[in-house]
């Protein structure tokens, strides 16, 4: 995320890349374009000095995982806040719907955003805004609604993120061991946010968030960027958060995700490549949007990491122009309007 929010932020309108904060020291004084594979230099090279970098900047992007710190994460988010910088983020996952999440996290951020006179997003990187906005926009388009479903389908062997993928998702993990990510709770603690932002959007109170997981084992060995996937280890699982009101599932998040794409066929598939995202209605009329992102010389995670970033980046504009404060994917428009001069630097 963080490479994707550099080689955005040196293109987005309105936007200037002047600072980058790194807390590996092999990385200080390198060029931020060593990072994300950009073909001239940008001039921003790699700093461990944060009071310096936030002295330079107004906002910040903050890229940093929260997943196994999220405590240090606050922290952090706290000292840009009270430093007068305006945050965007996916690293709270609990913050996704401020109103559900811990009241110590909200308090602290409010009260750093109101002494440095600054705003904080945070929004998903799955990519977020296909599992708030675009799901709501869509309802839109329906006079009568079930349920709405979000879905990821993604083919993991493409996204080159060796500890995410074996240690926190367990691909290639044995069959008697539940990865991190599929613990009980986890989930809800990931997507629930989402899943009760979706229905404050649409005018429901979730009044209960429940999970389904099945795994399923590889059949056959496969080997691929990450190394070697034993045969009989964790080849695939299918994730669901659901959402229910009145004893009845509202709102769905589903994660149907792969090591091979050969593990467990009868599962939903991409339509293309190695996945997409998709917001399916159950209503009236029955409605799918599905979605990919694709970047010159990476991967689709990389196009879906892409598209996440820009939300973040494209919020910042909006977000100095509110009272100091917390907001969500709701409160942000998905489009936040441009001046046409700026907009105009879009086209290439």
Not at 7 to 33: E, H, M, Y
Not at 70 to 90: F, N, Q, S, Y
Not at 197 to 206: A, D, M
């Amino acid at each position: 995320m963080g490479a994707a929010a550099i080689r955005s932020a040196t293109g987005f309108p309105g936007l200037q890349l002047v600072g980058l904060i790194t807390s590996t020291p092999a990385k200080v004084g390198r060029d931020a374009a060593t990072f994300a594979r950009l073909d001239a230099p940008t001039g921003v090279l790699a700093s461990d000095d944060v009071d310096a970098v936030l002295r330079d900047c107004n906002a910040v992007a903050y890229l940093a995982s929260g997943d196994i710190r999220p405590d240090d994460a606050v922290a952090d988010i706290e000292r840009c806040l009270r430093a007068g910088a305006h945050v965007v983020t996916p690293s709270l996952y609990s913050l996704y719907d401020p109103r559900s999440a811990p009241p110590d996290w909200v308090n602290r951020l409010t009260d750093a955003a109101e002494a440095g006179r600054s705003t904080l997003l945070v929004s998903g990187v799955d990519p977020g805004w296909a599992n708030d906005a675009l799901a709501v926009l869509a309802a839109g388009l329906c006079t009568r609604i079930r349920t709405i479903r979000c879905q990821e389908i993604f083919d993991y062997s493409t996204y080159d993120q060796p500890h995410a993928v074996r240690v926190s998702c367990g691909f290639g993990g044995a069959m008697d061991e539940i990865p991190m990510m599929l613990l009980p709770s986890v989930p809800t603690m990931v997507w629930g946010g989402n899943v009760r932002l979706i229905g404050r959007g649409l005018g429901l109170e979730i009044d209960e968030i429940t999970e389904e997981v099945e795994r399923r084992p590889l059949e056959n060995a496969c080997d691929n960027a990450m190394g070697h996937f034993a045969a009989g280890t964790q080849g695939a699982f299918f994730l669901k958060v659901i959402g229910w009101v009145d004893g009845r599932q509202r709102v769905v998040v589903e994660h149907i995700t792969r090591i091979d794409p050969a593990c467990a066929p009868d599962w939903p598939q991409p339509e293309e490549g190695a996945g997409d995202h998709r917001v399916i209605i159950d209503g009236d009329p029955q409605l799918t949007i599905i979605t990919r992102a694709d970047v010159p010389g990476g991967t689709r995670a990389d196009g879906g990491n892409t598209t996440a970033a820009n939300r973040l980046l494209g919020a910042i504009g909006w977000l100095a122009e509110q009272k100091p404060g917390i907001y969500d994917g709701l409160d942000v428009p998905l489009r936040p309007p441009l001046t046409p001069e700026l907009e105009a630097t879009r086209w290439v």
